[in-house]
């Protein structure tokens, strides 16, 4: 027995060896850089090891194999050429990896990503189990990244181009059977046995790959036509999606062509150059910071020194759409038991719907097993009463937005549960502190804020009023966290934080509509500064009506002229103009929206021209599209620095992920804070000056940042 300090090299008597990784004081395996000499030493012991027959790779962790690199050494690099000579490390070592004679099994369990799955890639044959927590993909796109150790290379020659860019340019994480189906793995087992069927593999010998292709794989990629149409065809998809404000994506286009037309050797050349090249742009750097943010907000298990309660038992007040997916995120994703209480047995119908839907499309789409979605399912139960609410420990209200049925919900949740439960309220408008006026322990009052719709949008808000307990916040953030959710403390103050710094943005762009800037070319001018959807469309989806009710409250409570919505929108009101919940808003819905002639659905969205008519205006494209965004987005940041220096969230980190995860906000720029230090705060303040005097003093830049300026300083 051989041992180094990650890696140890067992030979069984049969001449297999296997080779562990087992990263010391860590809960997951990752590559560093500082390995590539112990593993080359593991590697000399194999190659000098003349008993060998075959080498099973597996993991020392006891739900993961490798989680990627980790991605802390790129800050190291001061320069491309660092990043392409990290990059060129890992292709030589996985290189030696796939060079060696003998058959090389890699045996998966947990994560298999990034640098992990190149490794994995790098081995001759691929054994997964068919856990849950069993995942494979390449998700470095997702930090402005492309695969750096060969994986660009392999994967297309393994499942063929298409399939290959699909995993790429996602950075999608698939399960052990769609790896399968894919040819990426050679065979699925349960995890009692996957070492025993890595050895069976080994023991037959390198295992021979047929790439499979489907009709449209042979047609594209089997001649230099049809992959010129392939990546044409995939360019201009990259093109759409990004709008040119991510260059990985089409780093990984060209990588992989240069690969397929020139060969693995210029492959390769190519992929550690792009690499380096990609590690040094603004877009990795705050796309990396993000995923640290995240990360280190996963380690903050207290809250003021507070220890969370375990929440065994949860209830959800409502079966709405928002009470569904709360309840739908509580029993998938954090396995925790859910009674949905409605006045209707019709509201605790739909709530359990919504789950089955969902969990029937997963196994529709053989992501789950019907065993799982009948297991998930059996965690939901309804009443119309407040039976079974005794051993409750986390109550999530989700009722209509009306203070004395909430006080009346307070009063029972009091009344039926145990003096231990949270009482947490998914109001967006209402003070948390109004909620808690009547409680007999107001100490259990916190908000829980999701997002709609609850089972896509990752961020949450937690609310503590000035008399919730510190052991109440941190319960709510480690509940919220078991769902799934990226959690963040904001003040008890009108719109938290989230709609506080979209209503300025928004109204701005209700103003530019009324001004005559066309629908179309607004939204599109937010969708290239890399917003996900434009202003207008999102005014939409959540409800004009929404909207309409939230500016009133802002401006009542905080003042100010960016909260002024403007009067003419009372229009589409009196129009009946809600958007797309009653098929009626600044865009054509249902029968009225242009079809598609090949699928009858709804085509490429078109506005309602009627909608000028009902505001009086007469639409002309007058101003630049960089001014439009420009106009918007000046007036989040602006608020952004006033809910900081207010103390509505805790720090730039937290203000940055609760934009990104909240609304969307561009996460290539980092969040709001990052940008802004970025454009430089100087600059910042003499744009807003500049549409001060232009157009008022919604505009005027608050104090804070301009004290910043004086004093030339920054968030980060």
Known sequence: MMSAKTFSLDVRKDGIGILTMDVPGESMNTLKAAFVEEIRTVLAEVKRNKDLIGLVITSGKKDSFIAGADITMLAACTSAKDAETLSREGQEIFAEIEGLTIPVIAAIHGPCLGGGLELALACHGRVVTDHGKTVLGLPEVQLGLLPGSGGTQRLPRLIGVAKALDLMLTGKQVRAKQAKKLGLVDDVVPPSILLDAAIKLAKKGKPRHQLKRDLQGKVLETNKLGRKVLFDQASKG??????????????????????????????????????????????????????????????????????PRKVAHAAVLGGGLMGGGIAFVTATKAGVPVRIKDVASAGIGNAMRYSYDILAKKLKRRHILRSELEKQMSLLTGTLDYSGFHRVDMVVEAVFEDLALKHQMVKDVERECGEHTVFASNTSSLPINQIA???????????????????????????????????????????????????????????????????????????????????????????????????????????????AKISPILEKELGGEQFQAPKAFDKLLQNDRKGRKNGKGFYLYGKAAPRNKLTGKEGKKTVDESVYGVLGIKPSAKLARQEIAERCVLLM????????????????????????????????????????????????????EYYQKRHGDRFAPCARLKAMAAEQQTFY
């Open 238 to 307: 990259v093109k759409a999606k990004t709008r040119g404000n991510y260059p990985a994506p089409e780093r990984i286009l060209d990588v992989v062509r240069i690969g397929v037309e020139e060969g693995m050797k210029a492959g390769l050349a190519a992929e550690s150059r792009h690499f380096g090249e990609l590690v040094m742009t603004a877009e990795s750097a705050a796309l990396r910071s993000i995923f640290f943010a995240t990360t280190e907000m996963k380690k903050e298990v207290t809250y003021q020194g507070a220890e």
């Open 437 to 547: 006026a009547e409680a007999a322990h107001p100490e259990r009052i916190v908000g829980l804020h999701y997002f709609s719709p609850v089972d896509k949008m990752p961020l949450a808000e937690i609310i503590p009023h000035a008399g919730t307990s510190a052991e109440t916040v941190a319960t709510t953030l480690a509940f919220a966290r078991a769902q799934g959710k990226t959690p963040i403390v904001v003040k008890d103050e009108a719109g938290f934080y989230v709609n506080r710094i979209l209503a300025p943005y928004m109204n701005e762009a209700a103003r530019l509509v009324l001004e005559g800037e066309p629908v179309e070319v607004l939204d599109s001018a937010l969708l290239d500064f890399g917003f996900p959807v434009g202003p207008i469309t999102l005014l939409d989806e959540v409800g004009i009506d929404v909207g």
């Open 637 to 688: 940041l602006n608020e952004a620095a006033m809910a900081l220096d207010s103390g509505v969230v805790a720090s730039a980190r937290d203000g940055d992920i609760g934009a990104i995860f909240g609304i969307g906000f561009p996460p290539f720029l980092g969040g709001p804070f990052r940008y802004m230090d970025t454009l430089g705060i100087d600059h910042l303040v003499g744009r807003l």
